[in-house]
C-alpha cells in the first residue's frame, strides 16, 4: 500500500531539479515503512525541514518541507504554500433542512439591540414540515368565522305594501298579478336573497394547531422570527418603535407578540404605525402572521405558545 501526498501540492513544488533546495535546505532523508507510518508521523514528531520518502516495497515518493499544525491564511509569510492554493472566498454555511422537528437555537435581543442570550424554540413547533394546503384551510376558515353575516333581503311578506290585488283577473290584456310586492315589482321582494347567518365552518382541533405550527415554522425559516426578552419601551412616543424599525432591512410589516396583556406604553406607541401591529399569545393566529412579514415574540410569548401546542385537545 502506497501512501501520496496531495497532487496539488506535489506539482506546485514541481520537481527536484526545479526547487534546487534553495529556498530550505534538505538536512536529511528518512524512509519509513508501512508499519512505522502510524508511530513515527504523529502529533508534533512532524519535522519542519526534512525529506520523507513513503514506500512499501515500490518507487519511493517525496514529500518535501516543513509539515506544520498551524493555520495557514493567504497572509502567512512561512513560505510553506503559496498564496494561490489557499482560497480567499467566504465559505457559506449550508442550508437547514426544513421540517425535520430539530430544535432551534436563536438569539435574544431587545428593542435596544442589547444581547439577552439564547433560547431554545422546541422543533416539534417551530420546525415542522411546511404544508400550504393546511395553511390555505386554516386561512379559509378564519376568514369564514370572523365573517359577521348580517346581510338581510326582505320576502314578499316582509315589503312594505298593499296587498290588494292591482287590477282584475282578466279583461284588460295585461298580465294577470295578484300583488305588487312581487319581486318582478320595483320596490318588491327579493327571492331567494341573503338572511343573517354564521358563514362559518368544522376544522379539526388538530389542523388548525398545525397551520399555527405551520405558520411560525415558515418565518422561523425565512430568519423572520425574532425573539425578544421583553417588549418594554421606555416612553409611550411613537419614535421608539420607528427608530428600532428602521434599523432593520427588508422588513415591511411587524407584528409584535407578547405573552400576557399589551403594555399600555407599546400600545400607544404603535398605534400611530399601520405597519407595526400588536397582539398577545392568546391572540396569535395564522392570518395575522402571514400578513406580516416579520414576527417578534417576546420570550413569554414563546413559551406560552408552546405549552398551548402541547397541550392535550379535549375530545
Known amino acids: 500500500m502506497a501512501f501520496s501526498i496531495s497532487r496539488g501540492i506535489a506539482r506546485t513544488f514541481g520537481s527536484l531539479s526545479a526547487l534546487r533546495f534553495r529556498a530550505s535546505p534538505v538536512v536529511t532523508a528518512h524512509s519509513f515503512q508501512a508499519s512505522e507510518l502510524s508511530g513515527r508521523i504523529t502529533g508534533n514528531n512532524l519535522p519542519h525541514a526534512e525529506c520523507f520518502s513513503f514506500s512499501t516495497g515500490g518507487p519511493a515518493f517525496l514529500g518535501f518541507q516543513r509539515f506544520s499544525t498551524t493555520i495557514l491564511t493567504p497572509d502567512s509569510n512561512g513560505g510553506a504554500f503559496p498564496s494561490g492554493l489557499l482560497s480567499s472566498k467566504t465559505v457559506l454555511t449550508p442550508e437547514r433542512t426544513i421540517g425535520i422537528y430539530e430544535d432551534l437555537v436563536v438569539p435574544v435581543s431587545n428593542f435596544h439591540n442589547e444581547d439577552h442570550g439564547f433560547m431554545v424554540l422546541a422543533g416539534d413547533v417551530f420546525d415542522v414540515p411546511i404544508r400550504k394546503d393546511i395553511i390555505h384551510r386554516v386561512v379559509r376558515w378564519q376568514l369564514a368565522k370572523r365573517q359577521q353575516g348580517t346581510h338581510s333581503t326582505k320576502t314578499i311578506s316582509e315589503v312594505s305594501g298593499t296587498g290588494r290585488k292591482p287590477w282584475r283577473q282578466k279583461g284588460t290584456g295585461r298580465a294577470r298579478h295578484g300583488t305588487l310586492r312581487g319581486p318582478q315589482f320595483r320596490g318588491g321582494a327579493t327571492m331567494h336573497g341573503p338572511k343573517p347567518r354564521s358563514h ?67 400600545k400607544l406607541a404603535t398605534q400611530n404605525l399601520h405597519y407595526v401591529n400588536v397582539l398577545p399569545s392568546i391572540g396569535l393566529n395564522v392570518y395575522s ?27
Open 200 to 266: 362559518a365552518f368544522k376544522v379539526n382541533k388538530k389542523v388548525r394547531r398545525l397551520g399555527l405550527k405551520i405558520a411560525l415554522s415558515a418565518r422561523a425559516a425565512e430568519g423572520k422570527l425574532l425573539v425578544f426578552e421583553d417588549l418594554e419601551v421606555p416612553t409611550h412616543k411613537t419614535k421608539n418603535i420607528v427608530n428600532y424599525v428602521n434599523q432593520m432591512e427588508n422588513a415591511k410589516k411587524f407584528l409584535l407578540v407578547d405573552g400576557g396583556p399589551i403594555n399600555e406604553k407599546l
Open 289 to 315: 402572521i402571514l400578513q406580516h412579514d416579520t414576527l417578534v415574540m417576546s420570550r413569554d410569548a414563546v413559551n406560552r405558545i408552546v405549552e398551548r401546542m402541547h397541550t392535550p385537545i379535549n375530545r
